[in-house]
C-alpha cells in the first residue's frame, strides 16, 4: 500500500489552522480596524437585501462587491469603486460583442476570449494603482459574462445588464455607509499625510546622518525608504480624493517625496564620494560635516514645530553659505606639497568633499521647502516627482500566461466535458488576470486560494445548519454577519491581509442566497470544486508557465541598467533622474518579493550592486549636465565629450568604462592645476563626479557578476 502524501496534509492543516500567539487583532482590535469591519459588513448586506427585493438572480455578486472596493481609507474605496464601475462597463462591452462576433464556434471563441483576457492584463501591467485594477478587471469580467453566456447565448445581454447592476448595487452601497460612518475625511486625510511625511523624513535624515558620520545603514534599510517614498508617491493619488484635487497639501507632499529620494541617493553618493576622497582630519571639510550632522540630528524634532523649521532652514541656508566659502577658501590655499600630477593633494580632496556636501544641502533645503509648502519650490518639485518606468518585460510575460492559462483551462473543460468547467474556466481567468501584475504571483496566488479554502469551510454553517430551517433574512444575517466581522477584522492586519480579502469576498458566493430556494449539498459541492480548483489551477500557472526566475530575473535587471546607462552617455537622449531612480527602485522591491530564498549577506550585497549602478548613474547625469555649462574651459568640455562618446560605443563593457572614465579624470586634474580659480570649481564638480564613478566600478559589483555570486552561495 502506498504512503499516503503527509506533507500535502500537513501543508493542508497549517492552512486552516491559526496561531493563539497572533490573535491580537481579534481579541483586541484597533478602532479604526473594528470600524472598518462593521460598516463593510453593514454594506455588504444592506447591498444583499436590496439585491433580494429587486428580484436579481445572483444577490450574492452585490454583497461581494461591497466587500471588494472596501479599503482601508475613503480615498482608495472611492477610486476603486470608480475604477471597478469603469472595468466591469468595458468587460461586459466586450463580452457582448465577443459572444456576438462567435456564435457556436467554440474553437474561434475561446481563442479569441484568451487574447481579449492576455491583452488586458498586459496594458494592466504598464499602470499602476487601481487603474491597473480596472484593466484586469475588463479582462475577467468579460470572461465571467461570456462564459456564463456560452450555453445561452441569447441571453448574453440580460447577464451582462444584470452582471453590471450587481456591481452597481455594491459600490453604491459601501459608498453610502462609508459616506455616514466616516467623518471629517479631508481632516484625516491632511493629518495621515503629514504623520507620513515626518515618518519618512526623519528615517532619511537619519541613513543619510549614518552615512556621514561613517556607520552606513543596511542596504535594505535605505532601499525601504526609496521604496516608502514610491509607494507614498502612488497613495497621493487617493488622498487627493480624500481632500480636493486642488489641495496643496497633496501637491506639495509629491514634491517632497521627490526630494527625499533625491535626498536619500544623493546621500548614497555621498558615502562613495567619502570613500574615492579618504578622510581629511586637518581639511574645511571636516568641521563642516561636523556641524552638517547635528543639524540633521536635530531635524526630526523640529518638523512639528513651525517656529522650530524656520530656524532649521535657516540653519541649512547658513551651512550652505559657509561650504561655498569653504571651497573659494580652498582655491586660494596654496599648497606646499609637492605630489605627483597624476595624484589627488589634500586641498583637492578637501575641496572635492566640500563640493558634495553642498549638492547634498542644496537636496535638503529643496526638501524643507517643499515641505512647508514654499511656492517657489513648485517648479522644481514637479520636476523631481518619482515616477515608475514601465517594465516590458514583465508586460509580455503576464499578458502571455494569462491567455495561456484561458486556452488550458477552455480545453480542459472541452476534454473533460465537466458540467461545472464554465465556471471552473472564469475562475482561471479571474486568478491569473487579478494577480499577475503582483511582484511575487505564486505567493499572491497562493494566498488568494487559502482565503477561499477558509471561505468554503465557514460557509458550510449557514448553508447547512441555518438556511434548511430558516427562510428569515434577519436569521441569515446573524449566521453571516459573525465571519463577515471577523474577516474584516483580518482584513485590516498586515499579516492576514490578504487571505483575509479572498475569504470576504468568497464567503458571500458560496452562500448562493436566492429568493425563491436555497443552495443545497450539491449545488455547494458544484460551487466549492470548482473554485478551489480553478484558483488552484492557477497557482500551478503562475508557478510552471513563464515563471520568476532569479538568474533571468537578475540578467534583465543587469542588461536594462546597462542600457540606461548607455542612454545616459549618449548626446542624442536624455534620461531624466526619477526614471532612473524608478527603474532601479522597482527592480530591487521585485527582488526583495521574490527573494526570500535568498541568503540574508547575498541578498544585501545584491541591493549594494544596485545602488552602486544607481550612484554611477546619477553622477554621469551631473557630469553631463555640468558639461554643458557655457562656463565650462574648452579642454574640459572636450574631455567629457569625448569620454561619453566612447562610452556611448561600449555600454556593456565595465572595464572598458572604467578605463574611459580613469583617463579622462586623469586629464581633468591635469587641467584643474592649470586653469583660474573660477574654472577649477567647475573642474573639481566633475572631478568628484567620475572620481564616484571610478571608484564605483573599481569595487566587485555583485549585481553584474550575479552568475558568480550565486555559484559561491549555492556551493
Keep these: 500500500m502506498p504512503l499516503l502524501p503527509t506533507h500535502l496534509f500537513h501543508r493542508c492543516f497549517r492552512c486552516l489552522s491559526i496561531d493563539p500567539a497572533s490573535m491580537r487583532w481579534l481579541f483586541a482590535p484597533r478602532l479604526a480596524a473594528l470600524g472598518f469591519s462593521l460598516r463593510t459588513t453593514l454594506a455588504s448586506l444592506l447591498a444583499l437585501a436590496i439585491a433580494f427585493w429587486m428580484e436579481l438572480g445572483q444577490p450574492q455578486w452585490a454583497a461581494m462587491t461591497a466587500w471588494i472596493v472596501a479599503q482601508g481609507t475613503r480615498g482608495e474605496s472611492i477610486s476603486k469603486g470608480y475604477w471597478r464601475v469603469i472595468g466591469t462597463l468595458a468587460g461586459i462591452t466586450s463580452a457582448v460583442a465577443l459572444v456576438a462576433m462567435t456564435p457556436q464556434q467554440p474553437w474561434l471563441f475561446f481563442p479569441l476570449l484568451a487574447t481579449w483576457v492576455g491583452l488586458c492584463t498586459a496594458c494592466g501591467t504598464l499602470v499602476h494603482n487601481f487603474r491597473s485594477y480596472a484593466f484586469v478587471l475588463t479582462a475577467y469580467t468579460c470572461a465571467i459574462v461570456a462564459i456564463s453566456?456560452?450555453?445561452?447565448?441569447?441571453?448574453?445581454?440580460?447577464?451582462?445588464?444584470?452582471?453590471?447592476?450587481?456591481?452597481?448595487?455594491?459600490?453604491?452601497?459601501?459608498?453610502?455607509?462609508?459616506?455616514?460612518?466616516?467623518?471629517?475625511?479631508?481632516?484625516?486625510?491632511?493629518?495621515?499625510?503629514?504623520?507620513?511625511?515626518?515618518?519618512i523624513i526623519a528615517q532619511s535624515v537619519e541613513a543619510v546622518r549614518d552615512i556621514l558620520m561613517g556607520r552606513s545603514p543596511p542596504e535594505s534599510d535605505i532601499h525601504q525608504i526609496l521604496s516608502m517614498a514610491i509607494a507614498l508617491n502612488d497613495r497621493m493619488e487617493f488622498s487627493a480624493i480624500e481632500t480636493g484635487r486642488g489641495e496643496p497639501a497633496v501637491r506639495n507632499a509629491r514634491g517632497t517625496l521627490g526630494q527625499i529620494a533625491r535626498f536619500t541617493s544623493r546621500g548614497v553618493g555621498m558615502r562613495s564620494r567619502l570613500v574615492a576622497t579618504g578622510h581629511v582630519p586637518q581639511g574645511l571639510s571636516a568641521s563642516l560635516l561636523n556641524a552638517v550632522t547635528d543639524m540633521l540630528g536635530r531635524l526630526p524634532a523640529c518638523l512639528?514645530?513651525?517656529?522650530?523649521?524656520?530656524?532649521?532652514?535657516?540653519?541649512?541656508?547658513?551651512?550652505?553659505?559657509?561650504?561655498?566659502?569653504?571651497?573659494?577658501?580652498?582655491?586660494?590655499?596654496?599648497?606646499?606639497?609637492?605630489?605627483?600630477?597624476?595624484?589627488?593633494?589634500?586641498?583637492?580632496?578637501?575641496?572635492?568633499?566640500?563640493?558634495?556636501?553642498?549638492?547634498?544641502?542644496?537636496?535638503?533645503?529643496?526638501?524643507?521647502?517643499?515641505?512647508?509648502?514654499?511656492?517657489?519650490?513648485?517648479?522644481?518639485?514637479?520636476?523631481?516627482?518619482?515616477?515608475?518606468?514601465?517594465?516590458?518585460?514583465?508586460?509580455?510575460?503576464?499578458?502571455?500566461?494569462?491567455?495561456?492559462?484561458?486556452?488550458?483551462?477552455?480545453?480542459?473543460?472541452?476534454?473533460?466535458?465537466?458540467?461545472?468547467?464554465?465556471?471552473?474556466?472564469m475562475f482561471v481567468a479571474v486568478v491569473c488576470a487579478r494577480f499577475a501584475s503582483f511582484s511575487n504571483t505564486v505567493l499572491a496566488s497562493r494566498t488568494f486560494l487559502y482565503g477561499a479554502v477558509w471561505a468554503v469551510a465557514l460557509s458550510i454553517v449557514p448553508v447547512f445548519l441555518v438556511m434548511p430551517i430558516t427562510s428569515d433574512y434577519p436569521v441569515l444575517c446573524l449566521?453571516?454577519?459573525?465571519?463577515?466581522?471577523?474577516g474584516g477584522l483580518?482584513?485590516?492586519?498586515?499579516?492576514?491581509?490578504?487571505?483575509?480579502?479572498?475569504?470576504?469576498?468568497?464567503?458571500?458566493?458560496?452562500?448562493?442566497?436566492?429568493?425563491?430556494g436555497r443552495i443545497d449539498e450539491i449545488q455547494w459541492l458544484n460551487t466549492s470544486l470548482p473554485l478551489l480548483c480553478g484558483l488552484g489551477f492557477g497557482v500551478l500557472i503562475f508557478r510552471h508557465v513563464l515563471p520568476f526566475s532569479l538568474s533571468s530575473f537578475l540578467s534583465a535587471f543587469v542588461h536594462s541598467s546597462k542600457r540606461m546607462l548607455n542612454r545616459i552617455s549618449r548626446s542624442d537622449m536624455r534620461v531624466e533622474e526619477p526614471v532612473w531612480v524608478g527603474l532601479l527602485v522597482e527592480n530591487m522591491e521585485i527582488l526583495i518579493a521574490n527573494g526570500g530564498r535568498i541568503a540574508g549577506q547575498l541578498m544585501n550585497d545584491l541591493l549594494r550592486g544596485a545602488f552602486s549602478l544607481m550612484t554611477l548613474g546619477r553622477n554621469l547625469m551631473q557630469a553631463r549636465r555640468m558639461t554643458a555649462d557655457p562656463d565650462l574651459p574648452a579642454d574640459a568640455r572636450a574631455t567629457m565629450e569625448t569620454m561619453f562618446a566612447t562610452l556611448a560605443r561600449?555600454?556593456?563593457?565595465?572595464?572598458?568604462?572604467?578605463?574611459?572614465?580613469?583617463?579622462?579624470?586623469?586629464?581633468?586634474?591635469?587641467?584643474?592645476?592649470?586653469?583660474?580659480?573660477?574654472?577649477?570649481?567647475?573642474?573639481?564638480?566633475?572631478?568628484?563626479?567620475?572620481?564616484?564613478?571610478?571608484?564605483?566600478?573599481?569595487?566587485?559589483?555583485?549585481?553584474?557578476?550575479?552568475r558568480k555570486a550565486i555559484e559561491d552561495a549555492v556551493t
Excluded at 188 to 193: T, V
Excluded at 379 to 392: C, D, E, F, G, K
Excluded at 479 to 486: L, Q
Design 304 to 425: 512639528s514645530d513651525p517656529a522650530s523649521l524656520i530656524r532649521l532652514r535657516q540653519d541649512v541656508s547658513a551651512l550652505k553659505l559657509r561650504c561655498h566659502a569653504d571651497v573659494e577658501r580652498t582655491l586660494t590655499i596654496e599648497s606646499a606639497l609637492i605630489v605627483p600630477q597624476e595624484n589627488l593633494s589634500p586641498v583637492l580632496r578637501d575641496r572635492v568633499i566640500l563640493q558634495g556636501t553642498g549638492l547634498l544641502l542644496d537636496e535638503l533645503a529643496h526638501l524643507l521647502a517643499c515641505y512647508v509648502g514654499d511656492p517657489v519650490e513648485a517648479i522644481v518639485s514637479a520636476q523631481s516627482r518619482l515616477v515608475r518606468p514601465p517594465n516590458w518585460r514583465a508586460t509580455w510575460a503576464n499578458g502571455v500566461r494569462s491567455g495561456l492559462a484561458v486556452l488550458v483551462g477552455a480545453m480542459i473543460w472541452e476534454i473533460t466535458a465537466w458540467p461545472q468547467g464554465a465556471m471552473f474556466d
Design 149 to 199: 453566456a456560452v450555453d445561452a447565448q441569447d441571453q448574453v445581454f440580460d447577464i451582462a445588464v444584470a452582471r453590471g447592476t450587481y456591481i452597481l448595487l455594491g459600490v453604491m452601497c459601501e459608498m453610502v455607509v462609508a459616506m455616514i460612518f466616516v467623518p471629517n475625511v479631508p481632516e484625516r486625510a491632511r493629518k495621515a499625510i503629514h504623520e507620513q511625511l515626518d515618518r
Design 479 to 486: 449566521a453571516i454577519s459573525i465571519p463577515m466581522v471577523i
Design 490 to 516: 483580518a482584513n485590516r492586519n498586515p499579516a492576514t491581509a490578504a487571505m483575509a480579502a479572498s475569504f470576504v469576498n468568497f464567503f458571500p458566493y458560496m452562500i448562493g442566497p436566492e429568493n425563491h
Design 650 to 706: 561600449h555600454p556593456a563593457a565595465m572595464d572598458d568604462m572604467r578605463a574611459t572614465v580613469t583617463h579622462a579624470l586623469s586629464r581633468l586634474m591635469t587641467l584643474e592645476r592649470e586653469e583660474p580659480d573660477a574654472a577649477r570649481a567647475k573642474i573639481t564638480m566633475i572631478i568628484g563626479c567620475l572620481m564616484i564613478v571610478a571608484t564605483e566600478l573599481g569595487h566587485s559589483n555583485t549585481l553584474i557578476d550575479y
